[in-house]
């Protein structure tokens, strides 16, 4: 798996340098796959209402395709519900957004767009704008053979996304074989990670995550009054439940959580050594989180180390 992360890494490394600042040409010479089309579509505030706003608006490239807000602001200043998740490594994801109601890049390429909190358009004004221009109907003809649909101006978006897989991190070369590749609190802080703090349950494989569903315990059903995955399924044993999402590049990604209530990785660190602290009357906590972690402070700062070792070398800054 790691090495067939490696190999799109390479082949793609080209298209994958020109993200971290977006892709705004509109010379349709370089514009012949459905990759680079997608990502036109998705720097493009041609799919938000008024036209203020695109994918990468939330989708920050420099954060790791994160937002650096707690929630954030679609079309007019309006408020979102949840935090923005980074769409880097969501190739091999069997559900998306917070609460997985999406199972398909396509279908989650959609969601923002007809939001009326976040894109506001339709799928239906959105074709209308895109078969309305020139240049578009040309870039579609030419890659798709085709005018713009709703299918494959999916297609197009999520193929991009698709480019947004990262491997090459100080811990990516570390566990291939440089053993200086982080620091010797990074190091502490793996073996924190695999063992004492015991965070590999959750953030596991390739990515760092199980791909499933926890309550981490902070739905109160006051203050914190979002249930997560029970809003998609009624199911009452996903109160609270949210995707565990994968931790490459977390470093960059604050703040935290669904709610972006953390504004830094030491505070949810400290959340999970002591959740009791934090959030009151949790519901439906998982059991792992039925007692203290009993980090020392000095472990809360290798295991801090570790995770920021995770992040890519483009979204280091210099």
């Not at 937002?67 to 998740?85: E, F, I, M, Q």
């Not at 767009?113 to 976040?118: H, K």
């Not at 998982?286 to 700062?301: F, V």
Request: charged share 25%.
């Amino acid at each position: 798996m790691k090495g067939n992360k490696i190999k799109i890494f390479t082949v793609l490394s080209l298209l994958v340098f020109t993200m971290t600042v977006g892709f705004q040409a509109d010379d349709p010479a370089e514009i012949n796959s459905r990759e680079r089309l997608g990502e036109k579509l998705f720097f493009d505030p041609i799919l938000s209402k008024d036209q203020s706003i695109s994918c990468a608006s939330c989708h920050k490239p420099e954060f790791a395709f994160a937002d650096t807000s707690a929630v954030s602001l679609g079309v007019g200043g309006t408020k979102g519900a949840r935090n923005t998740p980074t769409v880097t490594n969501l190739s091999g994801r069997s559900h998306l957004f917070w609460d997985g109601r999406s199972a398909s890049l396509e279908e989650q390429a959609l969601q923002p767009i007809i939001n009326p909190v976040e894109m506001n358009l339709s799928a239906h004004e959105a074709l209308e704008r895109l078969n309305s221009s020139k240049l578009y109907v040309e870039l579609f003809k030419k890659v798709f053979n085709s005018l713009p649909t709703e299918k494959n101006m999916l297609q197009a978006i999520a193929a991009y996304e698709r480019t947004l897989e990262t491997s090459n991190s100080p811990y990516d070369r570390y566990i291939n074989g440089d053993d200086h590749a982080i620091s010797p609190a990074a190091v502490r802080g793996r073996m924190l990670f695999i063992g004492k703090a015991n965070c590999n349950t959750c953030h596991s494989g390739e990515d760092f995550t199980a791909d499933r569903f926890k309550s981490i315990g902070l739905f109160n059903g006051k203050e914190l009054n979002d249930a997560g995955r029970y809003e998609v399924t009624k199911n009452a044993e996903h109160i609270g439940e949210f995707k565990i999402p994968g931790l490459r590049n977390v470093g960059v990604t604050a703040p935290y959580m669904h709610n972006g209530m953390f504004k830094t990785l030491k505070e949810v660190i400290n959340y999970y050594n002591a959740p009791d602290d934090v959030v009151k009357n949790g519901k439906n906590r998982d059991l792992a989180l039925s007692k203290p972690l009993g980090l020392t402070k000095d472990e809360i700062n290798d295991l801090e180390a570790f995770l920021i070792s995770l992040t890519d070398d483009r979204f280091v800054k210099k």
